[in-house]
């Protein structure tokens, strides 16, 4: 296996390379003239619905729990991890980069809402089923069944061999025996317990855990970011200027920085920002498809959040910490670069409070992506797939701390792209879909807001 990994890094580079990101960011500036920069003019009102959606349509969760389970899996490491990873190779310009990504990326979280309750179904459990592959078939025709079945697949992959499982067990365990000197082999037993509890519950019970655990988290980490920069608010408007400035010129070599081009600082902001909230990879919609609404704008608006929230929020939170405190420049990287600038404002208590942060992240993430992988195995197999897929997904879990297999880690983000051909491919083909239902539920509430004219 380790001959082939080589070959599969080539892969891997050229997958995230110029191709996908050009569709990735390429298919939100398509979508975002289309809506007319609804992300700009809509995003009051979309973090509004958040609390205040009516939840009277059909479905399974709250929008509010819906939203919760996407965020559960894509607030995770990459916004820690993801994003050291992004500055220490692209600089502190990769963070402008990141931005842009993500403000693109909010009209295709938007999109991919909208989509997912637009042509969702019920499954023979009487449960709503619904996200790429249902709008792929539903929406552009069964001749794309094909296409639909290649989604689901790949989804399944991601879930048992990439996001979904070993990245984040290794995470928690070995952040936890750094941390705390707590043993490998106890953490993951006490982590699989946890997992296995939770799964085997199903939707309700992971959306009840989610709505619980990420806001509280999201919080947390706000919280003590904000007090790292409100420690080093002087320096603020310097390390924004260095941001937008290196995102253009490139940064020079500094300390045990090795130095970087636009290119670099471009391509590693874009990748990680995607990497980290997912949009235009299909993952949301899957989670978005279950939230009861009768409006498919909507829930489109809702999840559109989840970019903010995760990128513009949560992101750059850590993209300032790294900055002002000067980190990215020393030869740590990874979660140990963001822990030294946690430390460099709080002492070792900040190491430790990042690492409980990573360890909710890591954790809400892998409740996130075992229920995107159980909807894709309904789809291609129905419900008698569920209990052998959540059995298997447990015992990676229980065995993802002990696994080190580089070329299995490559081949997940490998398919991790290539779970977003597909769902890109559907969304430039149904956007006309997308701005019709956007129109009907514009003008249906400017209609209601407006006084009537009887006396």
């Given at each position: 296996m380790e001959s082939?990994?080589?070959?599969l890094?080539a892969i891997?580079?050229?997958?995230?390379?110029?191709?996908?990101?050009t569709l990735?960011?390429?298919?939100?500036?398509?979508?975002t003239?289309?809506l007319k920069?609804?992300?700009v003019?809509?995003?009051?009102?979309?973090l509004?619905l958040i609390?205040k959606?009516q939840?009277?349509?059909?479905g399974?969760?709250?929008?509010?729990?819906?939203l919760?389970?996407a965020?559960?899996?894509t607030?995770?490491?990459?916004n820690i991890?993801?994003?050291?990873t992004?500055v220490?190779v692209?600089?502190?310009?990769a963070?402008f980069?990141m931005?842009?990504?993500a403000?693109?990326g909010m009209?295709?979280k938007?999109?991919?809402g909208?989509l997912a309750?637009k042509?969702r179904?019920i499954?023979?459990?009487?449960?709503?089923?619904?996200?790429?592959m249902f709008?792929?078939r539903?929406g552009m025709?069964?001749k794309?069944?094909p296409?639909?079945?290649?989604f689901?697949l790949?989804?399944?992959g991601v879930a048992y061999?990439?996001?979904?499982?070993?990245?984040q067990?290794?995470?928690?365990?070995?952040?936890?025996?750094?941390?705390?000197?707590f043993p490998?082999?106890?953490?993951?037993?006490?982590?699989t317990?946890?997992?296995?509890?939770?799964?085997l519950g199903?939707?309700?019970?992971?959306?009840?855990?989610a709505s619980?655990i990420?806001p509280?988290?999201?919080l947390?980490?706000?919280a003590?970011?904000?007090g790292l920069?409100?420690?080093n608010?002087?320096?603020?408007?310097?390390a924004?200027?260095?941001?937008?400035?290196?995102a253009f010129?490139?940064a020079a070599?500094?300390g045990?920085?090795?130095?970087?081009?636009?290119m670099m600082?471009m391509?590693n902001g874009?990748?990680r920002?995607?990497f980290?909230?997912e949009?235009g990879?299909?993952?949301?919609?899957?989670a978005?498809?279950?939230?009861?609404?009768?409006w498919?704008?909507?829930?489109?608006?809702?999840?559109m959040?989840g970019?903010?929230i995760?990128?513009?929020i949560?992101c750059?939170?850590?993209?300032?910490?790294?900055v002002l405190t000067?980190?990215?420049?020393g030869?740590?990287?990874g979660?140990?670069m963001?822990?030294?600038?946690?430390?460099?404002?709080y002492?070792f208590?900040?190491?430790q409070?990042?690492?409980i942060a990573l360890?909710?992240?890591a954790?809400t993430?892998i409740?996130g992506?075992?229920?995107?992988?159980?909807?894709a195995c309904?789809?291609?197999?129905?419900s008698?797939?569920?209990?052998p897929?959540r059995?298997?997904f447990?015992?990676l879990?229980?065995?993802g701390?002990f696994?080190?297999?580089?070329?299995?880690w490559?081949l997940?983000?490998?398919?991790?792209?290539?779970?977003?051909?597909?769902?890109?491919i559907?969304?430039?083909a149904?956007?006309?879909?997308?701005?019709a239902e956007?129109n009907?539920?514009?003008?249906?509430?400017k209609?209601?807001a407006q006084?009537?004219s009887?006396?």
């Amino acid at each position: 296996m380790e001959s082939f990994i080589p070959i599969l890094n080539a892969i891997d580079s050229f997958m995230w390379g110029p191709p996908l990101i050009t569709l990735l960011v390429g298919t939100g500036i398509y979508l975002t003239i289309r809506l007319k920069l609804l992300q700009v003019f809509r995003l009051p009102k979309a973090l509004k619905l958040i609390f205040k959606a009516q939840n009277n349509g059909r479905g399974d969760v709250s929008s509010f729990k819906a939203l919760c389970v996407a965020l559960a899996a894509t607030v995770g490491t990459g916004n820690i991890v993801g994003v050291a990873t992004a500055v220490k190779v692209g600089g502190p310009g990769a963070i402008f980069w990141m931005w842009v990504a993500a403000f693109f990326g909010m009209a295709t979280k938007y999109s991919e809402g909208l989509l997912a309750v637009k042509f969702r179904s019920i499954d023979e459990k009487g449960e709503i089923a619904g996200g790429p592959m249902f709008y792929i078939r539903n929406g552009m025709g069964e001749k794309w069944k094909p296409l639909a079945t290649f989604f689901a697949l790949a989804c399944i992959g991601v879930a048992y061999f990439g996001i979904g499982t070993f990245p984040q067990v290794n995470a928690i365990v070995d952040s936890m025996q750094i941390s705390f000197g707590f043993p490998k082999i106890a953490t993951d037993v006490i982590l699989t317990v946890f997992i296995a509890a939770i799964t085997l519950g199903g939707l309700q019970s992971i959306a009840k855990v989610a709505s619980g655990i990420v806001p509280f988290m999201a919080l947390t980490y706000v919280a003590i970011s904000l007090g790292l920069i409100i420690l080093n608010l002087d320096q603020v408007p310097a390390a924004i200027a260095m941001i937008i400035n290196d995102a253009f010129t490139g940064a020079a070599a500094a300390g045990g920085f090795a130095g970087s081009t636009v290119m670099m600082a471009m391509q590693n902001g874009v990748a990680r920002g995607v990497f980290s909230n997912e949009s235009g990879l299909g993952s949301a919609p899957i989670a978005a498809a279950a939230a009861k609404t009768k409006w498919p704008a909507e829930q489109g608006l809702i999840s559109m959040t989840g970019t903010f929230i995760d990128t513009i929020i949560i992101c750059s939170m850590t993209g300032l910490a790294l900055v002002l405190t000067g980190v990215w420049q020393g030869d740590a990287a990874g979660a140990a670069m963001t822990s030294a600038a946690f430390a460099s404002a709080y002492g070792f208590f900040g190491s430790q409070l990042l690492t409980i942060a990573l360890v909710l992240f890591a954790f809400t993430t892998i409740l996130g992506w075992n229920y995107y992988g159980e909807r894709a195995c309904i789809y291609l197999f129905g419900s008698k797939g569920v209990l052998p897929y959540r059995l298997i997904f447990i015992a990676l879990i229980a065995s993802g701390a002990f696994l080190k297999l580089e070329a299995i880690w490559i081949l997940a983000d490998i398919v991790n792209g290539l779970m977003a051909i597909p769902n890109l491919i559907a969304l430039i083909a149904l956007s006309g879909v997308i701005v019709a239902e956007t129109n009907k539920y514009m003008n249906r509430h400017k209609k209601a807001a407006q006084p009537s004219s009887d006396k």
